[in-house]
């Protein structure tokens, strides 16, 4: 049990710190054009450091390179999760806003799995080595800003109050919570831990093919998105190096 309360401050670190992004979009205003511009890009750089030098290699060094087809299947998974039955990953942007003004509960259980998927990443990841579990509870609070900041910004576009929109995702992060401590008490196998991981390097590649990057290209001044994007990849090599995970 000594591991528990570790885990659970790198699932709380990894959920409930990614509300600062949208309660920053919801009081203070200067900021979250800011916010919402540059941190899509640099949840991109993130998302594709720790997917292919953090977790993926941990998943071929438990199971070897079959591992891969895990991946993919978890790629294709999460696109036709989104495709057919709810989108889990969304921005403010004018029309993704206008496509969910009329689902906001589609938006908040979208949310709710994606949050309950990052506590088992995150606790899958710590499984396997707890400096892995650092790094992804790490990637999950920088690219849950931008995720926040969408949240926010349709459901207030959509007319809820600030308070509700507060207090639903407040909940709704609590499912990482929870996902982190099912996996900690079913303590899976290394082969399963393997699959989980992979499937955890498939979902992030997903969401930077499928979300981040093509959001980020709708920015005009490119210079600045690159450097948003580069800043994401060389910090999150810098924690991957410098925190020991094998």
């Known amino acids: 049990m000594s591991d528990f309360l570790p885990l659970l401050f790198l699932?709380?670190?990894?959920?409930?710190?990614?509300?600062?992004?949208?309660?920053?979009?919801?009081?203070?205003?200067?900021?979250?054009?800011?916010?919402?511009?540059?941190?899509?890009?640099?949840a991109a750089g993130i998302f594709?450091?720790?997917?292919?030098?953090?977790?993926?290699?941990?998943?071929?060094?438990?199971?070897?390179?079959?591992?891969?087809?895990?991946?993919?299947l978890a790629f294709l998974a999460a696109y036709l999760l989104e495709t057919f039955?709810?989108?889990?990953?969304?921005?403010?942007?004018?029309?993704?806003?206008?496509?969910?003004?009329?689902?906001?509960?589609?938006?908040?259980?979208?949310?709710?799995?994606?949050?309950?998927?990052?506590?088992?990443a995150i606790a899958v990841a710590y499984l396997a080595s707890p400096g892995l579990g650092i790094i992804t509870a790490i990637s999950t609070l920088l690219h849950e800003i931008p995720h926040e900041i969408g949240d926010f910004g349709i459901l207030l576009k959509a007319g809820w109050a600030k308070r509700r929109i507060l207090i639903t995702n407040i909940v709704s992060a609590s499912f990482a919570i929870f996902g982190s401590l099912l996996v900690f008490f079913l303590h899976p196998s290394p082969q399963v831990q393997a699959q989980l991981l992979a499937a955890t390097a498939g979902?992030?590649?997903?969401?930077?093919?499928?979300?981040?990057?093509?959001?980020?290209?709708?920015?005009?001044?490119?210079?600045?998105?690159?450097?948003?994007l580069l800043l994401g990849?060389?910090?999150?090599?810098?924690?991957?190096?410098?925190?020991?995970?094998?």
């Open 11 to 42: 699932t709380t670190l990894g959920s409930f710190a990614g509300l600062l992004g949208g309660i920053v979009f919801l009081f203070v205003t200067p900021w979250s054009k800011l916010l919402a511009r540059y941190s899509i890009p640099f």
């Open 48 to 72: 594709l450091s720790a997917s292919l030098i953090g977790v993926l290699p941990e998943a071929i060094e438990l199971a070897g390179v079959d591992i891969l087809l895990t991946v993919l």
């Open 85 to 120: 039955v709810v989108d889990v990953h969304h921005h403010d942007d004018r029309g993704h806003t206008h496509a969910h003004t009329s689902s906001t509960k589609l938006i908040v259980i979208g949310d709710t799995i994606h949050n309950l998927v990052d506590g088992i």
């Open 203 to 228: 979902i992030f590649l997903y969401l930077c093919a499928v979300d981040f990057l093509p959001q980020s290209q709708k920015n005009t001044n490119r210079k600045q998105t690159v450097s948003a």
């Open 233 to 246: 990849v060389f910090l999150m090599l810098a924690v991957i190096y410098l925190v020991p995970h094998h």
